[in-house]
Every structure is written in structure tokens, then in C-alpha cells.
């Protein structure tokens, strides 16, 4: 075990100069980019996730006593070890992220422009396929009392809902999330 503090532009370096060892390392966003990095230098990285680390940190949280605790966690048998996953496996939980994200987004917009149409007295039924029905007829309908502005708000509004599908999430190759991307 070393005590010497790195910059990150010199992690690569510091860890290609030194014979091939294990690296223990807290589960991050970065994680699996230096453990594969790591890897390909001869080292043997083992990613621990931060809820096995916690337990053993001592005072304040700070990069010393993180370092510590993971060491400690490290040497540590009974505790599991988070996989490496490859970067095509980084990509597909990008991609499934980025869906469930979008999937947040619509909904949202969705129950905003069914507010949106409630304040004015027009009642939208609950499901995005009928709310989107719904909309083109009340801003085509000419008795309601849906001011100018407000038309073209929520004509706005239901514009971006049919631009928002990214190419890839209608691509039959990519499916729901698998074994490896949980």
C-alpha cells in the first residue's frame, strides 16, 4: 500500500511506472473508464461500491480517509466486487438511461399540457396516446375558450412531443436493459 496523492493527468503515468498490483477503487462515474485503463497496464482494479466503503471511512469524508477506507474494503474477501463493464456495456446504460430520462421528460410535458388545457375548462383523458388525440382538436376548435397565447404554447408543446424519439430508442436492435447493463 502507497500513501501518495495523484493528479488525475498523472494517474496513467504513476500507475504504468510501477509493477502490477491491485487497485482497489470506489464505485463512480469514472470507474470503469480507469479500471479499464488500469487493466490494460497489468494491475488488477476492483471496484467497490460506495455503500461498502462507507462503513469503514473514519472521520471526515475527504480523499485520505476515503483512500483508507477502501483499502480496508479491498482487503476484504467477504465483500463483493463490482464487475468492469466493457465500454459497449457502458454505451447500452447510457442508452437506457437517456431513454428512461426522455420517457421522465414527455411525461411531464404531457401532464403539463393537460393542466395546461384544464385551466380553460377542457378535460383531457389520462394515457399519452388519448391526451395526444385530444390535442389538435382543442386547439383546432374555435368555440372553446383557449386564448391565442395560450394555443400557441400548447401547440408548442405538442410540437416537441412528436420530435423527441431519438432515432436509436425506435431501433428494434436495442431492447429492454439486460442481464449485464443492471
Not at 20 to 32: D, K, R, T, Y
Not at 53 to 72: E, S
Not at 95 to 107: D, F, K, M, P, Y
Request: aromatic share 6%; net charge positive; proline share 6%.
Amino acid at each position: 500500500m502507497t500513501h501518495k496523492t495523484i493528479t488525475r493527468s498523472k494517474v496513467l503515468t504513476t500507475f504504468a511506472n510501477i509493477p502490477p498490483a491491485i487497485i482497489g477503487m470506489e464505485a463512480c462515474g469514472a470507474s470503469h473508464y480507469w479500471a479499464s485503463e488500469l487493466t490494460k497496464l497489468g494491475h488488477t482494479p476492483k471496484i467497490k461500491a460506495a455503500k461498502y466503503v462507507a462503513p469503514f471511512r473514519t472521520g471526515a469524508k475527504n480523499d485520505l480517509n476515503d483512500a483508507v477506507a477502501i483499502c480496508v474494503v479491498v482487503a476484504r474477501p467477504s465483500t463483493r466486487c463490482i464487475k468492469i463493464k466493457s465500454a459497449d456495456q457502458q454505451a447500452i446504460l447510457l442508452l437506457h438511461r437517456a431513454r428512461e430520462n426522455w420517457v421522465h421528460e414527455r411525461t411531464g410535458l404531457l401532464n403539463q399540457v393537460r393542466a395546461m388545457l384544464a385551466e380553460f375548462g377542457i378535460i383531457a383523458p389520462v394515457g399519452r396516446h388519448d391526451l395526444q388525440r385530444v390535442i389538435p382538436d382543442a386547439l383546432e376548435d374555435a368555440d372553446n375558450q383557449l386564448p391565442d397565447l395560450s394555443r400557441a404554447i400548447i401547440a408548442d408543446c405538442y410540437a416537441s412531443l412528436g420530435t423527441k424519439i431519438p432515432f436509436l430508442f425506435l431501433n428494434p436492435c436495442i431492447s429492454k436493459p439486460t442481464a449485464f447493463s443492471k
